[in-house]
């Protein structure tokens, strides 16, 4: 997995080179702690396995050809969002690489979502927390390097992150009902700000990583998209930048697939970062989406901020490492999101912070968004669904929800909820909630639906500041005076 990015761009995985334990074995039990805690297992059972959900990941390259996307819904755009000179003739065909180097990154954030859990020779790997689910691809820089942008105008073809905007607005054309991504920029430009609109007009829920650091200022700092930060299984935030957090998800000590210190795609690794927290948040709403299918996108936003932890509170603002709180799955399922606003709640009116200037999205303009018509590229669809090659060693199961080789829910006795059978990661997450001051959240509405026409929404109470303020000191709970 790449843990370093270019100056230009960082991926959120994190910090340190992934653990490469005694065994394979040994690090995808120890890397799938949060299938467990989580009870995925259990959700898969019921039925709840993300089918008829489409989720798009945007990211770098990646290799179909590994054995954990083996019967899969993995589709990858073609031809990619990359130029290799400002001619659009010049497009990588596609983002697919079997260097590590290259697909690591990409490969491994995907498998979060929709992993069957099979390694090289019929080993362990990667179990998807919403395995059934499509999953769209695409594919914004190559290696450490961003693709340069195309556009129909020199403005846009020298718009930093246009193949990240172009993805977004291509990934709303086809159908997509998350999005998922786990990069970080260091400028946005009105590409990406454009693209981000018109998906929030579009009531497509966007996930984005918090950079791991203040000075990392990434898409997650934008209003109306969903920051999510990285936790350990005992709680504890893995310590990225969250002045910008909506949510925490598991992120420490993921299993991935390959070691990048030798270039060797077959050994499972363990990984730390924001960049695997994301997905598996993606894939848990893909989880609720598949359960209540009449949930619009705005109200996946809302249970998955009212319903963090366990049991019910009010939605609030804890702090920067965990936001509103931890995704709380099987809270989200016990709870029919079609029972809030129709509103995204993490889109407010009035908006501060170190980013507030460059990195502004406000409701009217979410209202009053169209499709972005900078998009340029050759006419070039989806691919069919990607599988493994013939000379892939893996054995053949018969879906994709059948589980890991290994289920991590037997796997690993001892672990996190072994003795009580209750998750220690999601308990806790009811004990950080009650620890912080109870604060009702002021919710700001907008009009934006994919579903339906949008109503006319009474006018909305002042709703808080959004961000840190200028001097970078702790936010206070949400309801005060800022965040």
Partial sequence: MLLAGAAALALTASVGSPAVADTSSDNATAGSWWYRAMAVAEVHAQGITGAGVTVAVIDGAINPDLPYFAGTDLRVQAPAM???????????????????????????????????????????????????ATVLFYGTYWGNDMCIPGGTSDEHATTFNDPMGEAVVAAVDAGADIISISLSQGAAGDALLDALKWAMHENVVVLMAVGNDLSSANGAVMNGVVGVNATDENLVSVGYNGYYTAVSGPGATIAIQGDETTGDWSPISTATGTS?????????????KSAYPEATGNQLIQTLLRNTGVGDHDMVWSGKELGYGLVGLR?????????????????????????AVSFEIFPDQVAAATRPTWMFWPDGQLDTPVSPAPSASVEPSASASGGPATDPGEAGQGGPGAATGVPVWVLGALAALL???????????????????PAAAPPPPPPPPHGGDAGLTRPTILGGTER
């Fill in 82 to 132: 990359c130029w290799t000179t400002h001619d659009p003739t010049s497009m990588v065909p596609t983002a697919i690489s079997t260097d590590l180097a290259v697909s690591g990154h990409g490969s491994n954030v995907v498998a979060q979502i929709i992993g069957n859990g099979q390694g090289f020779d019929g080993g362990p790997s990667v179990a998807g927390i919403a395995p059934d």
């Fill in 276 to 288: 695997l927290s994301t997905p598996i948040t993606a894939g848990a709403l893909a989880l609720v």
């Fill in 331 to 355: 809270n989200m399922l016990a709870h029919d999101p079609t029972q809030y606003p129709d509103v995204n709640p993490n889109l407010l009116e009035t908006v501060r912070g170190p980013y």
């Fill in 435 to 453: 620890a912080a001051t109870a604060v009702a959240v002021a919710v700001v509405r907008s009009r934006s639906s994919r579903t339906r026409a």
